[in-house]
């Protein structure tokens, strides 16, 4: 493992897959799984108006927030908005979250491989120091931060699902990035690593984000269908020229919803990437208000934001339709 900041992982990050094995908690008709904000205000506005959107067509959606909800989010009132919604709601820790209330020699705790160029791991490090120096001044938020588990299992329609906010084994694994998964065919370590996960875990599906770039893959372990599920990020853009985040949506109800990207059914329920389509306008203003041309989110991330990464949904989309 690298020593080098934003490139190596706490041990305290660590957890064995059989963590995620005991009792679940319930929930019924639908959730859906948020990582990946990272402090977009207009995002989360349009996730709970999404929610609202639901309730009025009779469908009862439950939010779980798996990780990262802050990261451009440097402003006190924007700060403040953000954990107090998201902490409203179930949640659990990214590595942003288990820095802002316990920093290490870990910098942005990423845990970034060695395909991410060194200046990205810098700038993410440097982004993580100014948005601490807020956090300081909120010891509240801090110790609630400080609360929230690193993972959770959930059981819905009698599916076991893991949500966590990296991989099986740490808080900051890249194991279920796209990148990654796009190699378990031709890597049989790989294959066996997620055999093993899903085993030890006992679970059906790992939803995960980090690594933002969303993925939706199927696999049959044990003969029963699995499936591991990335939303990429819910408060940036996802897509080549596609400007909306992503959640995911997992619910009893197996109708396809109308604005789905792609989806599948394992069991009784049914799960799909579906947009945020957050006001992008809105959004870029309060960005490039805190995050200003020379600052180190605006070099890595304002292309995102205009142009989404060179990534599509056919590439995402990796289940059969046998």
């Known amino acids: 493992m690298s020593d080098v900041a934003g490139r190596n992982c706490p041990l305290r990050y660590r957890y064995a897959p059989q963590a995620l094995s005991g009792a679940a908690e319930q929930f019924t008709d639908t959730v859906y799984i948020i990582g990946g904000l990272y402090g977009n205000i207009e995002a989360l506005q349009t996730v709970l108006a999404m929610k609202q959107a ?46 802002l209330h316990e920093a290490s020699d870990a910098g942005c705790g990423c845990a970034y491989p060695d395909y991410v160029d060194d200046a990205t791991v810098q700038r993410s490090n440097a982004i993580m120091t100014q948005l601490q120096q807020r956090a300081a001044e909120f010891p509240r938020l801090r110790n609630e931060l400080r609360l929230l588990p690193m993972h959770l299992t959930i059981e819905l329609g009698g599916i076991r699902i893991a949500v966590v906010h990296g991989d ?19 890597d049989p370590q790989a294959q066996q690593r997620i055999e093993h996960y899903f ?24 003969e029963r269908k699995r499936l591991v599920v990335n939303n990429g990020s819910a408060g940036m853009p996802n897509f080549l020229g596609r400007r909306f985040g992503i ?41 490039t208000t805190q995050w200003p041309e020379g600052s180190a989110a605006h070099l890595s991330y304002y292309g995102r934001m205009i142009d989404g990464p060179r990534y599509s949904p056919s590439q995402a989309f990796r289940v059969s339709t046998r």
């Open 168 to 186: 099986a084994e740490s808080l900051a694994g890249w194991a279920f990035a796209a990148e990654r998964l796009s190699n378990n065919d031709r």
């Open 54 to 99: 639901e309730r009025l067509r009779g469908v009862q959606v439950a939010l779980i927030f798996n990780g990262d909800h802050n990261w451009f989010n440097v402003d006190s009132p924007t700060f403040t908005w953000i954990n107090d919604e998201v902490l409203s709601h179930r949640a659990i820790q990214g590595n942003v979250e288990a820095e």
């Open 199 to 222: 085993s030890s875990a006992d679970v059906d599906i790992f939803a995960s984000s980090h690594t933002c770039l969303p993925v939706l893959q199927e696999w049959n372990i044990d």
């Open 247 to 287: 959640l995911t949506r997992i619910s009893e109800r197996l109708s396809p919803p109308n604005d789905s990207l792609y989806g599948a059914r394992i069991g009784a329920v049914r799960v799909d990437a579906i947009p945020v389509r957050y006001d992008h306008r809105a959004w870029l203003r309060r960005f």
